[in-house]
């Protein structure tokens, strides 16, 4: 099993920032790929970023790409997303999720976290 838990939602003003984390225990070699993933009410879950444990090659949504920034730090199985110029668009709750392959698609990822909101006030 492997337990991904977020940290660091909140609430910002637009054009702020915010930094999530996400810590991996349990059979963390299970996982080659880390993603973040988001949802807002009354939509479908969407994808966000992706990142390799081991290369670190990342993947970006085009609506983040030049805001946003994924990276990992290997000695703490932990994952982060960097959020700058924030948007009202990008309220929602964020999940970090493990997979075994680099994908847009949440059925890509087989664990989750319980997601940490993050609110953008205009």
């Known amino acids: 099993q492997v337990q991904l838990v977020e940290s660091g939602g909140g609430l910002v003003q637009a054009g702020g920032s915010l930094r999530l984390s996400c810590a991996a225990s349990?059979?963390?070699?299970?996982?080659?790929?880390m993603g973040w993933f988001r949802q807002a009410p009354g939509k479908e879950r969407e994808f966000v970023a992706a990142?390799?444990?081991?290369?670190?090659?990342?993947m970006y949504a085009d609506s983040v790409k030049g805001r946003f920034t994924i990276s990992r730090d290997n000695a703490k199985n932990t994952v982060s997303l960097q959020m700058n110029s924030l948007k009202p668009e990008d309220s929602a709750v964020y999940y970090c999720a493990g997979g075994r392959m680099a994908s847009a698609l949440p059925t890509a990822y087989g664990y989750w976290g319980q997601g940490t909101q993050v609110t953008v006030s205009s």
């Open positions: 349990g059979r963390t070699n299970w996982n080659s790929v």
């Open positions: 990142i390799t444990w081991s290369a670190g090659n990342t």
